[in-house]
């Protein structure tokens, strides 16, 4: 696809903190395959950057491969970004979907660090739990509902559901099952293994990435190549990694309640087990 108004061949569309920039990089590194310039778009959503319009999305996509696709974790968060699956099935109907996922009360936990790391949680909050952000963590762990919503929009066969235990235990597997789903030549990853930048944005100064995350911060990264903007973050972990405290037991166990009867329904709606989950 060629034409000057290109549009994504496949979409990554969650979950946060399941894999979803391991899988962005290795596709990235396809021959066949051109990724967004930014790996997070989030032109689906009218809170982000809907209003950018066509045009904007369009231009993400650039080089002459034959095939071209986006990662945007925030796509499956719909008790705060709702509609995002109609207008994705507007606007790219014959579009492939990958949703990687993970033990739901690990990743809930995954982004609470990471909300600590990026300055957006304070981690002595007594409140958190009964907060906004608690709730907005829940419901991307709430996996079965969010599929449900895609479902009301797309086949089955379109949505290629992945486990980031098996991401960790055998990329190469993994990869070529995304290879199969969205009609690219296989091909062996060049790394094995899953990629995570938390350990590098910890060291980096908290007001700098707020600044990333704004409004205006978005609109200047999106001005600079990734390369650009590694080799920038890799110059500014300078400083002391910062490291979230542990959940409390009693506050896991609470998330565990909660995400149980979820996880029971995407394993009855799928037929796959998740095996290693605790839930």
Not at 126 to 141: G, L, R
Not at 143 to 156: G, S
Request: charged content about 25%; overall charge neutral.
């Amino acid at each position: 696809m060629t034409n000057a108004r290109r549009l994504p061949d496949f979409i990554i569309i969650g979950a946060m903190k399941c894999g979803t920039t391991t899988l962005y990089r290795h596709l990235n590194d396809h021959p066949g395959i051109d990724m967004s310039r930014d790996k997070e778009t989030d032109f689906f959503i009218a809170e982000k950057s809907w209003d950018r319009g066509l045009p904007w999305y369009s231009a993400q996509f650039v080089g002459n491969a034959p095939l071209c696709g986006e990662a945007s974790p925030n796509y499956t968060k719909a008790r705060d970004f709702p509609g995002v699956p109609a207008r994705v099935a507007a606007t790219c109907p014959g579009v492939r979907l990958i949703y990687i996922l993970r033990d739901p009360v690990a990743r809930a936990e995954s982004q609470f660090r990471h909300g600590v790391t990026m300055g957006e949680l304070d981690p002595s909050d007594v409140s958190f739990a009964d907060d906004h952000e608690y709730a907005h963590i829940m419901d991307a762990s709430r996996y079965a509902h969010q599929l449900d919503l895609w479902l009301e929009h797309f086949r089955r066969e379109a949505i290629l559901l992945l486990d980031f235990d098996d991401l960790k235990r055998d990329a190469q597997s993994v990869m070529d099952q995304v290879h199969s789903h969205i009609g690219a030549p296989s091909r062996t990853i060049d790394h094995i293994g899953a990629m995570n930048d938390s350990a590098q944005l910890s060291r980096v100064p908290a007001p700098i990435l707020s600044f990333g995350q704004s409004p205006l911060g978005r609109r200047v990264l999106g001005l600079i190549g990734r390369d650009t903007r590694d080799r920038i973050r890799s110059a500014l972990a300078l400083g002391r990694r910062r490291a979230p405290p542990p959940l409390p037991d009693a506050l896991l166990a609470r998330m565990r309640a909660e995400l149980a009867p979820d996880a029971a329904r995407l394993r009855t709606t799928t037929g796959l087990q998740f095996a290693g989950w605790s839930v």
